[in-house]
């Protein structure tokens, strides 16, 4: 997997996190977990190429999105994942990561399950302020 391919796609998640947010659509994070699980694969395809930093940005991101989807809903399978993702200690996991995958948990059980997030044009460039600092 080239860099430029990795960061199209982990946009691309991003972008469908962005429409989906808060809805808590199966068939949505079905999609953005599949490529986080490629991204959180040291030996997926090509991730020599597109080098480890990239790999974790482009994880970083889909965690983000996926976190964004699943809002509000609690989702166990989804805490699965970003629990194991959380318990990753390495000297090329930086804080950034920690705190993406810190953030995906908080939106996962946004005001303990009771509220979401809204998708309306507003929100969403609410959303694409506090995801990209």
Request: proline share 3%.
């Amino acid at each position: 997997m080239r860099a430029a391919y990795a960061n199209i796609v982990a946009g691309g998640c991003m972008a469908v996190g962005l429409k989906y947010a808060g809805s808590g659509s199966a068939v949505a994070a079905d999609v953005i977990m599949g490529f986080a699980r490629t991204f959180s694969t040291p030996a997926c395809e090509g991730a020599a190429e597109a080098g480890r930093a990239t790999m974790e940005a482009c994880l970083n991101t889909t965690v983000l999105a996926l976190g964004a989807v699943m809002a509000g809903t609690g989702s166990l399978p989804v805490l699965a994942f970003l629990r194991k993702l959380r318990n990753r200690i390495a000297p090329e996991i930086s804080y950034g990561c920690h705190m993406a995958v810190h953030m995906a948990i908080g939106l996962l059980f946004l005001g303990g399950g009771a509220v979401s997030l809204d998708a309306s044009i507003e929100s969403v460039a609410v959303l694409v302020a506090a995801f990209f600092p």
